[in-house]
């Protein structure tokens, strides 16, 4: 099986809410195991957490071993003050308090920078992104700081503009990245910049009852073709589920996201080492030191 490239061990696929209350008294290990044994299960032996401001998944890289799995973190994401990014990490205002951040990190083993520059999908309207998208300067100053630290960059990021404005930064890789357009997919395939882009977290979505499937097929749709594009051209591409996420089960996760890649591509060889180099270039770059 392939690595999971996104993953949220603190949470449970279900209820982000109650999922988190398991661990306000102290992170459970217990959690943390079990779910480790469900990777282990399913044959997946690579996890790149996309952290948590728990330290859960800072326990998780701890235990992993144990189980033969081979575990990277941020430890937390940082998000500035007022944008999307408090449930999975720590905020700043200033780029002086985001270079503590990255301090911070650092010290508690951090093994790459998450940096949160653009809100989420509106399942409300249609091509829109919620939230306010950090300024293009403001992220390369944030990709410049951590890459003078010494560490890489994953960057939760979504639409035309906070693709754009990352990969202007340099960033190392692009989590979700919905909504590209084909030029801003043209600018990818001519970055080093490696795109992880979670469809289960909308595929998952379809018949579930929480939004309605008409408001989801779209979505799904103009994903797949920009899957499509970016297989096309070459673009840099890994699996991430983001597991954790609302029905998307630890270890099932991954093999549905592949699933969501051979519905889309076809189930061939070339399309398994496309996605192979791309896991390959997730584990050479996002490793402490």
Not at 24 to 42: C, N, S
Not at 81 to 109: D, N, P
């Amino acid at each position: 099986m392939f690595g999971e490239c996104h993953a949220h061990l603190i949470m449970d696929g279900l209820n982000y809410h109650n999922a988190v209350g398991l661990h306000a008294r102290g992170v459970r290990e217990d959690v943390i195991r079990e779910r480790l044994e469900e990777y282990r299960k399913a044959g997946v032996f690579f996890i790149r957490d996309g952290g948590d401001s728990l330290g859960v998944s800072k326990r998780a890289k701890e235990l992993a071993a144990e189980y033969g799995i081979d575990y990277r973190t941020p430890v937390f994401a940082i998000h500035k003050e007022g944008h999307y990014g408090s449930i999975v990490g720590r905020g700043f205002t200033t780029m002086k308090e985001y270079h503590k951040r990255v301090l911070e990190a650092k010290a508690e083993g951090a093994d790459f920078i998450k940096i949160m520059t653009t809100g989420l999908l509106d399942f409300n309207d249609d091509g829109e992104i919620t939230g306010e998208p950090l300024d293009v300067e403001e992220v390369k100053e944030m990709v410049h700081v951590a890459h003078e630290e010494g560490f890489s960059v994953m960057s939760h990021t979504n639409g035309v503009y906070g693709v754009r404005a990352a990969l202007e930064a340099g960033i190392d890789s692009i989590e979700h990245g919905n909504y590209m357009d084909e030029e801003t997919i043209l600018m990818l395939s001519q970055s080093n910049t490696v795109w992880v882009p979670t469809l289960v977290t909308v595929r998952n979505l379809l018949g579930c009852g929480r939004y309605e499937d008409d408001v989801i097929r779209p979505i799904m749709e103009r994903a797949a073709e920009s899957v499509a594009l970016a297989f096309d051209k070459g673009v840099r591409i890994a699996l991430g589920s983001d597991a954790g996420a609302y029905m998307v089960p630890h270890g099932k996760g991954i093999q549905d996201e592949y699933r969501a890649f051979t519905d889309i591509l076809g189930h061939t060889p070339k399309v398994d080492e496309w996605i192979r180099q791309g896991e390959k270039e997730i584990k050479e770059r996002f490793r402490a030191g």
